[in-house]
């Protein structure tokens, strides 16, 4: 189906993930209603604030793709943007699955933050961060040793350009995983925990702040490995902010229950 199958395939996928979500609404208790209810400017507030990190990491991720392809073509030309293309998609996964960690943990965050209870607030967010870790170091070690069979998912022509200047930059790049699955856990972790702003904070950060300028600056020293570099040092820099905002929030700098 070439393209077409591509482009139908991914149009399929939301619609097979809606259908399986919504088995939970076949049991009668389970039913979805339509309630009166008046939207008033503190909720709206809420809304913003607390969903704009997630709006943010999810708009940004365009802005770092067209700034990496611009780059990169200005460096190694279309091939280049090919290796980085192979590499992009195969850290989509990657940051899906942190993803998926962070949405599964905020739900037990949210629930004993609201019961008050810090303590499992607190115990909770150690094992998820504990977690990210050890999945950071499957995927490192997976790709690191696997590096050449992903590539030829992609490579089909076996270019050995794009062969050399993706598996170089895979061994690179994958290393800020170890910072990604903090950052997005703790952007996450924050949102539940009512603090917006610093979950904002967090994501703009992630997302432009830093890496943007990081990708144009070392790019034009370091060339393609000043690229993958970037990426690395950007997520490293976040996750210090982000680990700083954890242990703030656990002694209570960040006040408890202040969405500020």
Request: aromatic share 10%; net charge positive; glycine share 10%.
């Amino acid at each position: 189906m070439g393209m077409f199958g591509a482009a139908f395939a991914t149009s399929l996928a939301p619609i097979i993930s809606l259908g399986i979500l919504s088995i939970h609404f076949a049991k009668k208790k389970s039913r979805p209603a339509i309630l009166k209810h008046k939207l008033t400017r503190p909720a709206i507030k809420d809304i913003l604030n607390l969903g704009s990190s997630t709006f943010i990491m999810e708009v940004s991720s365009a802005v770092v793709l067209t700034t990496f392809n611009l780059l990169i073509l200005g460096l190694e030309g279309n091939k280049g943007v090919a290796a980085y293309g192979i590499v992009a998609n195969i850290a989509f996964v990657a940051v899906a699955i942190f993803t998926g960690l962070g949405q599964g943990v905020q739900p037990l965050i949210s629930k004993y933050y609201g019961l008050k209870d810090r303590k499992t607030v607190r115990r909770v967010n150690r094992y998820a961060l504990l977690t990210a870790g050890f999945i950071a170091a499957l995927i490192y070690l997976g790709t690191f040793f696997n590096s050449a069979a992903l590539i030829g998912l992609f490579n089909n022509e076996n270019d050995p350009v794009i062969l050399k200047l993706a598996d170089s930059g895979m061994k690179i790049y994958f290393l800020g995983f170890f910072f990604v699955g903090i950052n997005i856990v703790t952007a996450m972790i924050l949102s539940a925990t009512e603090k917006g702003r610093a979950a904002f904070v967090l994501s703009v950060l992630r997302g432009l702040a830093v890496i943007v300028p990081m990708a144009i600056l070392l790019s034009s020293h370091w060339g393609m490995t000043g690229i993958w570099s970037s990426f690395v040092l950007s997520e490293l820099i976040v996750a210090g902010f982000a680990l700083y905002l954890t242990t703030a929030t656990e002694k209570g700098t960040i006040a408890y229950g202040n969405p500020d």
